[in-house]
């Protein structure tokens, strides 16, 4: 047994280097800079060791805004991008002819360079001194009024984020819930058909039991993901965030490293840090409902 156990460490051994190298090496060396007061970039020295700047950052109205559009973001475009998905899927799932000429249409937006479809939606929404783009078309066609999804109102830009997020990330949901769908077996179909069970039960005691883990999957990877949206918001909004007010968390990171009010690691970390404690919390709680609600 002892010597499988040794065996089996080794085969682990590459893994665990590259995780110990690349992942929780870094993390350390982050906390270690978030708590570094006083970090002069120039000669790698600091004044101090403490939490301020934790509350540097918790008190930076950039930051604050940041965060609540991350929130935002999150909570709007994960749930409303799986149920859409998930209602694709399934009228996909249904479908014997063409399906996969479906599929692949719906997983073209995946593929698609995240810059490239930014500009189209910038095309679509903005509105510019010789044209008002093609969605204030339609709406002016209803009787509404011209809005500046791009430079405009707060809401009309978060919109447009969240539309966009939406987008870009439901072909991999479809995908992943397709083939969800496609492994669930017939005979729980056929078995519930004569007992005559009505749709909407076989969809809810059948179908969501059995593609629970894929959803749940996706509810966890969604999360991760929209917490750590940053070229979304630049695809559409250009780099100047702040000024936009559109910022996300990552952005703030970003800007605190590099960009024009840059050259503040400590604060950066201390944001990143943040960051890893919010996302943890949230996939936390999302495993400890996945004990009572998924089924594998």
């Excluded at 403490?50 to 930076?60: E, F, K, Q, V």
């Excluded at 749930?79 to 719906?106: C, D, H, M």
């Excluded at 509810?219 to 993901?225: K, L």
């Amino acid at each position: 047994m002892e010597e499988k156990n040794y065996k089996a460490w080794l085969y682990l051994l590459p893994a665990l280097l590259f995780l110990g190298a690349f992942m929780v090496y870094p993390l350390i060396d982050v906390f270690i800079y978030s708590l570094e007061e006083g970090y002069n970039f120039a000669s790698q020295s600091f004044s101090g060791i403490g939490t301020y700047n934790y509350s540097y950052i918790l008190h930076d109205t950039f930051f604050l805004q940041a965060v609540k559009n991350t929130f935002i973001l999150v909570f709007i475009t994960v749930p409303l991008s799986t149920g859409i998905a998930l209602l694709i899927s399934l009228g996909l799932n249904s479908i014997k002819k063409l399906r996969e000429l479906f599929q692949t249409v719906y997983f073209l937006p995946y593929v698609t360079n995240t810059l490239a479809v930014g500009l189209v939606f910038m095309i679509l929404f903005q509105k510019t001194p010789y044209s008002d783009g093609f969605v204030n078309l339609i709406i002016q066609f209803f009787g509404g009024e011209a809005i500046d999804f791009i430079d405009g109102p707060y809401w009309a830009k978060m919109f447009v984020l969240c539309f966009y997020t939406i987008w870009v990330v439901m072909p991999f949901k479809i995908l992943i819930l397709t083939s969800a769908l496609a492994s669930v077996n017939g005979d729980y179909y056929k078995a519930a058909k004569v007992d005559g069970t009505s749709r909407f039960r076989i969809f809810t005691k059948i179908t969501l039991p059995m593609i629970s883990p894929s959803l749940f999957y996706l509810v966890i990877t969604g999360f991760i993901g929209a917490f750590k949206a940053y070229s979304d918001a630049v695809a559409l909004f250009g780099t100047d965030l702040n000024a936009a007010e559109m910022n996300t968390i990552v952005g703030y990171v970003y800007d605190m490293l590099y960009g024009d009010s840059g050259g503040y690691p400590s604060y950066a970390s201390a944001a990143a840090i943040v960051l890893f404690a919010i996302v943890l919390t949230i996939t936390v709680i999302n495993l400890m409902v996945s004990k009572k609600h998924v089924h594998y």
